[in-house]
């Protein structure tokens, strides 16, 4: 999906045939996009999610995003972040 000049989002795993939106269609916070898979190497559904400076995934280059607000799982249990940067190791979910 294109953000904005060489900003691009990408979304893994979604669920054959639930995506909602389509190219070229402006999209607000809250807007469901599709439904969360189980492909590739996993064990449950999961969501992949980056920013790229470019639409070829085996080329771009990663770009940091901040997230208004999620939770991070440390040390046993989930903690609240506000206008963090999670790092590529973290696990971190979101509650609606």
Known sequence: M???????AAFAHLQTG??????????????ALGKVGHSGNSTAPHLHFQL???SDLLSA?????AF???EIFRDGKWKTVYNGVPSDKDRIRFKR
Request: with cysteine.
């Open 2 to 8: 294109k953000c904005s000049d060489h900003v691009y």
């Open 18 to 31: 639930s995506i909602t939106v389509s190219a070229g269609q402006t999209v607000k916070k809250r807007d």
């Open 52 to 54: 790229m400076d470019s």
């Open 61 to 65: 280059r990663g770009i940091p995003c």
């Open 68 to 70: 208004e607000q999620y």
